[in-house]
């Protein structure tokens, strides 16, 4: 485990989908926390990788999140729960990822869980993962951190992606946060 660098860090936006959002509990904030999470990364030269489970029945990206993605290629689209499992998933050379999305229990955590089997270095922002109950959330967290994976928050993420003030980089990260 180490700090977020962004020359060796990718965001891994997961299942951030429109079929998830009236019944995953906390699903406006992890839409927020994953907008100013790529919002954050695109503006430091992080690439951002997305994956849609099953678009045909869950729907596609949620719009809040897709109207930041122009430019970033297409969502990876997935039957498996772990995008790293999917056709098509590439961390771009990254040694770490940042891992954000829905469900924490199920599409994160075997994302993650898998990462760290390839010898990923696996960050997960909690305030910008969610489930359908607030239990599987937490339980998946936990599991994820005894697995190795450092659970962070958006805020931190970021920062740790700046490692500096000072900056106009600096003033765009702060004014997401604010």
């Known amino acids: ?8 860090a990718a965001l891994v936006v997961v299942d951030v989908q429109e079929g998830f959002r009236p019944a995953v509990a906390g699903f406006d904030q992890v839409v927020a926390k994953t907008v100013t999470l790529v919002r954050g990364a695109r503006e430091l030269g992080v690439p951002v990788i997305v ?35 999917a056709e098509g998933f590439d961390l771009l050379g990254r040694g770490q990822a940042l891992v954000v999305g829905i469900e924490a229990h199920v599409c994160v955590s075997q994302t993650a869980h898998d990462l760290i089997a390839d010898g990923i270095d696996v960050h997960v922002a909690a305030d910008a993962v969610a489930s359908r109950a607030p239990e ?43």
């Open 51 to 85: 994956t849609e489970q099953y678009p045909k029945g869950l729907g596609k990206t949620v719009p809040e999140v897709a109207d930041h993605l122009l430019g970033v290629g297409d969502a990876v689209e997935k039957t498996v729960f772990s995008a790293a499992r």
């Open 1 to 8: 485990m180490s700090l977020l660098k962004r020359d060796r």
């Open 136 to 178: 599987d959330r937490e339980r998946a967290l936990a599991r994820l951190e005894k697995a190795g994976a450092t659970v962070t928050t958006t805020e931190a993420a970021l920062f740790e992606l700046l490692e500096r003030a000072g900056s106009p980089e600096f003033k765009f990260v702060q004014g997401l946060v604010k």
